[in-house]
């Protein structure tokens, strides 16, 4: 999963025979700078584009969100202050959070943000940027009203809880 400063996430797929060279001669060097810079190595294949956030000055992180198998998305920093959480077989945006947004008053110390990590088995999503406040952010999903967590951090249905009188 590649960032580019096209405002676009681009996720490659990497099961190819790509082998790249290590070793250069000046003529090499020569001959890449004549060729076209869009040009990708031989046998690198984009296989899915996500769009929608803002990403032209910054370097942005990414993350893959697949702790939970009915929700796996693509958690990825914006510099609107943003976080778009993408689907990640839909490619659409599915959530947007704000809590960094970035807005036009003088007294906001928002800025971008340009860190995002997920916990690899809990659906817990970790953003921090360049505001001023200096804060990280920490979200997990909200819970639906027939919904209640465990002393073990195990969610179940609520009527299983507290059954009907």
Not at 12 to 37: G, M, N, V
Not at 82 to 91: E, I, K
């Amino acid at each position: 999963l590649a960032g580019t400063l096209d405002s676009k996430l681009r996720l490659w797929d990497t099961t190819t025979k790509y082998h790249p060279r290590f070793e250069f001669s000046l003529d090499d060097i020569e001959q890449a700078q004549q060729q076209s810079s869009k040009k990708r190595p031989a046998g690198l294949k984009c296989a899915k584009t996500y769009s929608g956030h803002v990403n032209t000055k910054f370097c942005t992180f990414a993350a893959f969100c697949v702790a939970n198998p009915n929700r796996q998305l693509i958690a990825c920093g914006s510099e609107d202050g943003n976080v778009y959480l993408y689907g990640l077989q839909s490619r659409k945006i599915e959530q947007v959070l704000s809590g960094h947004a970035v807005t036009n008053t003088p007294t906001t110390n928002a800025g971008p943000t340009l860190a995002v990590a997920a916990h690899s088995t809990r659906e817990i999503l970790a953003t921090g940027g360049m505001s001023l406040d200096r804060t990280v952010r920490v979200w997990v999903p909200q819970l639906a009203s027939s919904e209640v967590v465990d002393e073990d951090d195990e969610t179940i249905p609520s009527s299983t809880t507290n059954p009907p009188c």
